[in-house]
């Protein structure tokens, strides 16, 4: 997957960067092009001219490179390179870069390629165990997952300040092997394909501040259209009452209800190649939500009955006016789980069904990782390991694609 691939490594100021020339070698005797952009804090650790040694290639050191007293040269390095490259790889990535990474800032050359960039990017942390396990550092790496960005896991051993735990960057040997999967993965195979996904919970308003609602993060849908988007698809997500940041190259329309829901779906699923329901739309809605604040007096004051009313089956109802799309939903079960998600499949007329336990560990409600098992029409029955949402949406992919007329 290496040979002829054009790499990008962002090199930023950790003590590991003394490690990065071995990993440019090593990805230059497999056949890879391999550019470097380095922070003007990596330059402490590591010269512009070993890199550039190593790579065959000119180093951009600083957001403007060679730059010369009382001269002023144009371009547009940082598009360029943006444009060029099929996968980045910044490492070692430190606390400092991850907050900008996650907070848009592009105060350094590292920095402001990944604003750039239209390939996907790795980071690969490498800090003390403190600063890796201080809860803004794991808040902006769960901002960069939910962008999209792959993060390697540090790894666990002795520092450099002497003290041990996980914050060393990961061998050469995996972070190659996270490229090469990386570039397998990031192939245009649904370019020209348009996607529909739902994700997220809806909200059935029982008065203007209190509804029935459920726990989905939205978490996978959003995984699913950030993968399908990646892999050139044309996406459309439909999300309900959700804040996480949309996914680029996304079309999302936000809806509150089920009958929202409903609506928008019917509005978009014309013309789709895949149509992915993944959202957790409620079952049931309030038969006459009150118009005003309901009190826990008079009338209430010893309780109160709520009559409700079933929603509409909104992936029932795609199933049957389906015109050719591969079609796949959602079971989530706590008991007998394939045995319900096959009946699901078989009821609503799918081409897969995805089935996951919230009570397994690694499947809840909120989490980054998921645990699924993937049932086609035919019954094939594929239980997955553990794995973060992203891949778990690739996977899928992977099965609808092979779908496709």
Not at 152 to 169: C, F, K, N
Not at 344 to 352: E, F, N, W
Request: charged share 25%; proline share 5%.
């Amino acid at each position: 997957m290496l040979k002829g691939s054009h790499i990008v490594i962002g090199v930023t100021g950790g003590i590991a960067a003394y490690k990065i020339p071995l990993l440019v070698r090593d990805l230059k005797r497999s056949g890879a092009d391999v550019r470097v952009v380095m922070s003007e804090a990596a330059a402490e650790f590591v010269t512009p001219m070993t890199l550039a040694t190593v790579s065959g290639n000119d180093v951009v050191v600083g957001t403007f490179p060679a730059k010369e007293k009382g001269s002023a040269r144009g371009g547009t390095w940082h598009i360029d390179l943006g444009r060029w490259a099929n996968v980045m790889l910044i490492a070692p990535a430190t606390a400092n870069v991850i907050a900008k990474l996650a907070s848009g800032y592009a105060e350094d050359a590292v920095a402001t390629l990944a604003l750039a960039l239209r390939c996907p990017l790795l980071v690969a942390p490498s800090m003390d165990v403190d600063m890796w396990h201080h809860p803004s550092t794991q808040e902006n790496v769960l901002a960069l997952k939910q962008l999209g960005y792959r993060v390697l896991p540090p790894e666990e051993g002795e520092l450099a300040s002497g003290l041990t735990g996980p914050g060393r960057l990961p061998e050469i040997a995996v972070m190659i092997s996270a490229l090469e999967e990386t570039l397998s993965r990031s192939r245009d195979d649904l370019k020209k394909k348009r996607v529909l996904v739902t994700a997220g919970p809806t909200y059935e308003p029982i008065d203007p501040v209190r509804f029935i609602g459920n726990r989905s993060s939205g978490k996978m849908g959003f995984a699913i259209a950030n993968a399908a988007a990646q892999r050139g698809a044309t996406v459309t997500l439909i999300a309900g009452n959700i804040q996480h940041k949309t996914p680029r190259n996304v079309q999302r329309i936000d809806v509150s209800t089920a009958a929202d829901m409903y609506d928008a779906v019917m509005a978009n699923r014309s013309k789709q190649d895949i149509i992915i329901m993944s959202a957790a739309v409620a079952d049931f809605t309030p038969v006459k939500p009150s118009s005003k604040k309901l009190k826990k007096t008079g009338a209430n004051a010893g309780g109160m009955t709520l009559e409700l009313t079933a929603t509409k089956d909104i992936l029932k109802e795609v199933g049957k006016k389906n015109a050719g799309s591969v079609l796949v939903g959602f079971a989530l079960e706590t008991h007998d789980g394939v045995k319900h998600a096959k009946e699901k499949l078989k009821a609503k007329k799918l081409d897969l069904i995805v089935l996951n336990n919230p009570q397994e560990k690694g499947a809840g409600f909120g989490t980054d990782t998921n645990v699924v098992t993937i049932i086609s029409r035919s019954g094939k029955v594929e239980k997955l390991p553990k794995m973060s949402k992203f891949e778990v949406a690739h996977e899928l992919l992977d099965r609808a694609a092979k779908r496709l007329k």
